[in-house]
C-alpha cells in the first residue's frame, strides 16, 4: 500500500498560480499510477488530469478546463508528484485529491485504490 498527503493549496487571485504536491510513503511511488481529482460542493469527484508510472518519460492526460494550464510532473526521487496550475480560475476552486494505483491509469475516481485527504484551493475573483 502507498499512503498519500497532498499539501501546497490556498487562497489566490484569479490569474495566480499554486502548485500543489502529494508526498507518498509505504511504497516507491514511482510504481504508481497517480491522478488528480477535484471536488466542490454539490458537485462528483471530477478528474483533473494524471500521469504513467515513473522511471521514464512522464505521459500525461488533462480533462479539456484545464489543458494548457495545469502541468503534472513526477519527481521521483522525492516519491512525490506535482500539480501546476496556472491562470487560475474562480471555476477551479475545490479540494484537490490526489490519487494512486498499482495497475490502471483511468479517468474516474473508482479507477484508483489509494487517496489524499485534499488540499483546498480557492480562487478569487
Known amino acids: 500500500q502507498v499512503q498519500l498527503v497532498e499539501s501546497g493549496g490556498g487562497l489566490v487571485q484569479a490569474g495566480g498560480s499554486l502548485r500543489l504536491s502529494c508526498a507518498a510513503s509505504?511504497?516507491?511511488?514511482?510504481?504508481?499510477?497517480v491522478g488528480w481529482f477535484r471536488q466542490s460542493p454539490g458537485k462528483e469527484r471530477e478528474f483533473v488530469g494524471n500521469?504513467?508510472?515513473?522511471?521514464?518519460?512522464?505521459?500525461?492526460y488533462y480533462t479539456d478546463s484545464v489543458k494548457g494550464r495545469f502541468t503534472i510532473s513526477r519527481d521521483d526521487a522525492k516519491n512525490t508528484v506535482l500539480l501546476q496550475m496556472n491562470s487560475l480560475k474562480p471555476e477551479d476552486t475545490a479540494i484537490y485529491y490526489c490519487?494512486?494505483?498499482?495497475?490502471?491509469?483511468?479517468?474516474?475516481?473508482?479507477?484508483?485504490?489509494?487517496w489524499g485527504q485534499g488540499t483546498q484551493v480557492t480562487v478569487s475573483l
Open positions: 490519487a494512486a494505483d498499482r495497475t490502471r491509469r483511468g479517468t474516474v475516481a473508482s479507477s484508483y485504490d489509494y
Open positions: 509505504g511504497r516507491t511511488f514511482s510504481n504508481y499510477v
Open positions: 500521469i504513467n508510472r515513473g522511471g521514464g518519460i512522464g505521459i500525461t
